[in-house]
């Protein structure tokens, strides 16, 4: 009988050698004459015991992992084809802590479906929300999407349904979906899970978009950086296309949809999304002011829905199970579940999808397991380049749009970067404005100039020249950044800058050079 396994093809696995472990069980499978399947799927997120190799047994799926090629000769001695025992065998993957506390509603296939296939995915649940969908009228999708809560997951966390709504009632000849898949964010990784891991469910979300707005053209704006996401959601909108889920009608409806991936140049304001749509049409990415929204004039003018993979991601679930259902998860105005991904100095990195409200320290010291050194957590980034930075005092803090605010900080596309007791905010807070100083469209004037003149004035901070003036300096600079600024690329440098300052001051205040030379 053929022995199904699963190596994953997620490019965080192929990092660490998925692609040799599959061609070592392939080499000595056929050498020892074994009848195995290898089946490439996403990865569940549990990336520090990537490559993790599931096998298909009689009493379910069975893990192994982290394994090197070299494993594979004692593994399979050992009866890994069997599911038995080994020391690298972590038994069922479902059971494992980092996925038992999790909610995966959107994530609920990644790592275990055949990602291209179309009949895995129906079989895991795919496809009901599109079907659903068709069965109403575009007002009522539009409806249930408003009702489930759902806010962008790109970062600014805008309801999602208000936005349909709007390119709904939006006159004109042509609309368009586009879907961010730029994730430039610092520890970041979930739009990327996704589109390699399940490609179906953003194509299914993008197919209700347009049905729900009258839009028949969707493009993927993906980064440079995510070759292996472009092979895989290139190969599944072509399973899609003959499958007719997309096409001149849609499973079989009056409605046509058909979409492609357009792979950006690498630039981290190319995220933004008007700057996205001038890089979409062939210009140089820079931000264009609003008025007019991209939902009323667009991608080449024409009224335009701009969402996050995730968001859209997000949608087939809603659609399947309706907008109470996702609601009924969460806090506050946060609805849903949100995709955490924890990275950067930590034990336990990876993607945990869970109902908004657990509070950033459950997060990193118990879903994370503290520093991958072993040193104390000192700062945690939360929100990409553009976040703040959290210190223990404020590990309380529900993940939670409002609460992150309150606290001056943000969730932004929810990847929280760890940094232990050896890290230096001072750099960091320089750092910040030099990635402002670097990745500046050049639009403006607060965050062209600003951020170039805030790496000098931290400079003589780190100098010991004058602390006190450069201090003083620094925030009039940062509140002319956070309010004169175009978009949120120059207005949101100071939260890392401003919280580095505020919370971890003795960075702050460095040793004057005389001094130390003394
Ligand atoms: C500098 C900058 C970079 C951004 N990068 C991204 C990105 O990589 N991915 C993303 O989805 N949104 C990004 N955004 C947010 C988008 O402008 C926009 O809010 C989002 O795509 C809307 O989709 P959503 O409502 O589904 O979140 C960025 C914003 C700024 C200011
Ligand atoms: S804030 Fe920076 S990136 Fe944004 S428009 Fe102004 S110059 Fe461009």
Redesign the pocket.
């Known amino acids: 009988m053929t022995v199904k396994v699963y190596v994953p093809r997620d490019s965080g696995a192929l990092a660490l050698g998925a692609e040799q472990v599959a061609g070592a069980l392939r080499t000595e499978a056929k050498t020892r004459g074994l009848d195995v399947e290898i089946v490439r799927n996403g990865s569940r997120g549990l990336y520090w015991l990537e490559p993790m190799v599931e096998v298909e047994t009689a009493q379910g799926r069975i893990a192994y992992g982290p394994v090197a090629p070299g494993d594979i000769p004692a593994l399979l001695d050992a009866g890994m084809l069997e599911g038995r025992t080994h020391a690298l065998a972590l038994g069922k993957p479902e059971e494992l802590p980092f996925l038992v506390r999790q909610t995966r509603l959107t994530f609920a296939r990644c790592g275990i479906v055949d990602p291209v296939s179309i009949e895995d995915y129906e079989r895991h649940g795919g496809l009901r929300g599109l079907r659903n969908a068709l069965e109403k009228s575009p007002a009522a999708i539009i409806e249930e999407v408003t009702e489930s809560g759902l806010?962008?997951?790109?970062?600014?966390?805008?309801?999602?349904g208000i936005?349909w709504k709007t390119v709904h009632d939006a006159q004109g000849p042509r609309k368009y979906i586009?879907?961010?898949?730029?994730?430039?964010?610092s520890g970041?990784f979930a739009?990327r899970m996704i589109m390699e891991g399940d490609p179906f469910v953003l194509i299914e979300g993008m197919a209700i978009a347009g049905i729900a707005t009258g839009a028949t053209k969707g493009y993927i704006y993906l980064?440079s950086e995510y070759p292996h996401a472009a092979a895989v959601l290139n190969e599944a909108i072509a399973v899609a296309r003959a499958a007719g889920v997309l096409g001149t009608s849609v499973l079989s409806s009056a409605f046509a949809f058909d979409m492609e991936v357009r792979v950006g140049a690498g630039a981290?304001?190319?995220?933004?999304?008007?700057?996205?749509l001038d890089s979409l049409e062939g210009k140089r990415g820079q931000?264009r002011a609003k008025p007019p929204l991209p939902a009323h004039q667009g991608l080449f003018g024409k009224p335009t829905v701009?969402?996050?993979?995730?968001?859209?991601a997000s949608v087939p679930i809603i659609l399947d199970k309706g907008g109470a259902y996702y609601r009924d998860f969460g806090m506050g105005r946060s609805r849903g579940t949100i995709p955490i991904q924890i990275a950067g100095n930590v034990k336990h990195g990876g993607l945990f999808e869970a109902a908004f409200g657990m509070t950033l320290g459950e997060i990193v010291d118990e879903i994370g397991g503290g520093t991958a050194t072993g040193r104390p957590v000192r700062a945690v980034q939360v929100g990409?380049p553009?976040g703040a930075y959290f210190p223990r005092s404020l590990f309380d803090t529900p993940f939670d749009y409002e609460a992150f605010a309150a606290k001056d900080g943000l969730i932004?596309?929810a990847g929280i970067v760890v940094f232990d007791d050896t890290v230096d905010m001072l750099k960091q807070a320089r750092f910040a404005m030099e990635f402002c100083a670097v990745?500046s469209c050049g639009k403006c004037t607060p965050c062209r100039i600003g951020s170039t003149r805030g790496m000098e004035v931290l400079d003589r901070l780190k100098a010991g020249i004058a602390p006190e003036t450069q201090i003083e300096t620094v925030t009039d600079l940062c509140n002319t950044m956070k309010f004169g600024s175009l978009?949120?690329?120059g207005?949101?440098t100071p939260y890392p800058v401003m919280s580095a300052l505020t919370h971890f001051p003795e960075d702050f205040r460095p040793v004057p050079a005389r001094e130390a030379a003394e």
């Open positions: 806010r962008g997951r790109g970062g600014a966390g805008f309801p999602t936005k586009v879907c961010n898949a730029d994730e430039g964010d970041t739009d980064r981290y304001v190319c995220g933004e999304e008007t700057a996205l931000v701009i969402n996050n993979v995730i968001s859209l990409g553009l932004g596309h990745e978009c949120a690329l207005g949101f």
